[in-house]
């Protein structure tokens, strides 16, 4: 052969002669041949003992069916349908047949007598079609695959999610085993090998050697390179390395050598790359998030003022291990006598809500040694959002409480209402203002005295909203919850956030309670 590599094909004629001839020039060529002498042996060779052939040269005239119907259920067989079929006739040689023949499923038609050039030219080109069809139909249905695997990783929310996701698409992308490594600081070296497509994925900590394999030195980018064994199989194998941060541990992927093209090679890359900057963009939300959960619990008072005639508890829950860190916030203090307590929320998910929040809070406090009355405030808090912070907003309930007498006044900009509770009934503070960082009054007080006994409980958004539940239900909920107020004011804060399964939502939680006893 001229450099074409050596096929399958499945010889089709009654004539033992002929048969012979045409499969002596196919063989001196360098391809494989099987023989069949009717129509119905060809077609159970193809569809029913599974014979793998690139190509048939099939007679017209057979003695049982004839060649155009044998071509016509070869092309109805979806097994068979892309394999070019080359008919050859001595007698069916007019317009009429070669017209029939390829109207019917053959991709050539010779008429005999042949000439073993034209017919090893015209095997050739038929191959170089099917192989190239074949080759762009195999890389279409990876690249599929490739895009299907990269929108689940990306949507994964640990590293150990990622790479299992990773790995049992690697399998499918590469029709075979898979593994994928990488490690980050919360899980340390982690590897995931599928053995076969459909396999389950095998988590194991990954061994560090297994890592100290770097032809990258330490820089961004990707190298794919063999190996004559694993460390995943025994065997070679193709491996990549990937890094998308200078710096970083890089990703890991491997597959076996066995059949790898050029075509694997460049998806292998793609596939390298795409997880190392799912990996690097994991990493990334994973330190934000941890320099926003340290900068909002730096800004959460350390201790709790002692009042005489006020029982005090506090909680501050972060959102869920994989959820962004909001901006809500509490504050308690004494000024003049007074105790003046805030609860609020930044809108937003990010470092910027926390930062935000802890601008928010220092200016409040500011503001509130030099009046502590809520209503002025809250009012000169808006103003500096409105200057300074003009595109935020937040939500806040800010109280000043005469201990002695248990009178409260209190302004509410937009934040969900506080609770009394008082010998088991539940009652909402109502009454609000608007949002802070909208231009319109946020003086307004609301006046109210808690009596002897009696419990007043600020909550942020974090605890009522919950996915597929409206706000009012969630207020509902959360109105049940608080019917019983335990002597044991932390006691009740824990059954609280237990009740309502704050550990598991998707916004940080904030509670701040307020009982009024005997004052002295």
Excluded at 183 to 209: F, K, N, T
Excluded at 214 to 220: K, N, R, T, V
Excluded at 263 to 275: E, H, N, T, W
Excluded at 306 to 321: D, I, K, M
Aim: contains cysteine.
């Amino acid at each position: 052969m001229t450099g074409e590599a050596a096929a399958d094909i499945l010889v089709v004629d009654d004539s033992p002669s002929k048969r012979y001839v045409i499969t002596s020039w196919l063989r001196r060529d360098g391809h494989r041949v099987t023989e069949a002498a009717t129509g119905t042996e060809a077609l159970h060779l193809l569809h029913t003992e599974g014979l793998h052939a690139e190509l048939v040269v099939l007679d017209v005239r057979l003695p049982d069916i004839d060649g155009f119907e044998v071509a016509e259920r070869i092309k109805e067989d979806p097994r068979t349908t892309a394999v070019p079929v080359i008919h050859i006739s001595a007698t069916a040689v007019h317009v009429v047949d070669r017209t029939q023949g390829l109207n019917r499923g053959a991709d050539a038609y010779l008429a005999e007598p042949i000439d073993p050039d034209e017919l090893l030219a015209t095997v050739r080109a038929k191959l170089r079609e099917y192989r190239a069809r074949r080759r762009a139909e195999r890389l279409a249905g990876r690249l599929t695959r490739l895009v299907d695997t990269t929108t689940e990783f990306n949507a994964a929310t640990s590293l150990t999610d990622l790479l299992l996701a990773a790995a049992t698409g690697a399998a499918r992308v590469f029709d075979g085993p898979a593994a994928v490594a990488a490690s980050s600081e919360e899980s340390g070296p982690i590897a995931v090998q599928v053995d076969a497509v459909g396999g389950d994925p095998v988590l194991r900590p990954a061994m560090r050697d297994q890592f100290e394999l770097d032809p990258l030195d330490g820089q961004a980018g990707i190298v794919l390179f063999p190996l004559e064994d694993g460390p995943w199989w025994r065997g070679a194998v193709w491996r990549v390395v990937a890094r998308a941060k200078r710096g970083r541990e890089p990703v890991h992927v491997a597959v076996p050598a066995e059949g790898f093209s050029e075509d694997d090679a460049d998806l292998l890359r793609q596939f390298g790359q795409a997880v190392a900057l799912a990996v690097e963009a994991l990493r990334s939300y994973d330190e934000e998030r941890r320099t926003a959960l340290t900068l909002q619990q730096s800004m959460l008072p350390r201790r709790l003022p002692a009042v005489p005639g006020v029982q005090l508890a506090v909680r501050y829950q972060p959102a869920s291990e994989h959820a962004s860190v909001g901006g809500d916030f509490y504050e308690i203090l004494q000024v003049d006598g007074r105790l003046v307590a805030a609860i609020g929320d930044v809108a937003g998910h990010s470092l910027r809500a926390a930062t935000i929040m802890a601008e928010v809070r220092h200016a409040l406090r500011a503001y509130l040694v030099e009046d502590s009355s809520p209503g002025p405030s809250m009012e000169r808090l808006n103003r500096m959002m409105l200057r300074l912070l003009p595109e935020e907003i937040a939500t806040m309930c800010l109280l000043s409480m005469d201990p002695a007498s248990g009178e409260v006044r209190l302004t509410n900009a937009g934040h969900p209402p506080p609770l009394r509770v008082r010998d088991g009934r539940v009652s909402l503070v109502e009454g609000r203002v608007a949002l802070l960082g909208v231009p319109t009054s946020h003086e307004d007080e609301i006046r109210l005295t808690l009596a002897p006994g009696e419990t007043l409980i600020l909550v942020t958004d974090g605890l009522i909203e919950v996915r597929g539940h409206t706000f009012n239900e969630g207020l509902d909920a959360l109105c049940r919850a608080v019917g019983e107020v335990e002597d044991d004011l932390e006691q009740f804060c824990d059954r609280l956030l237990s009740a309502l399964s704050a550990g598991t939502r998707d916004d940080d939680v904030a509670l701040l309670v307020i009982r009024r006893v005997d004052f002295g």
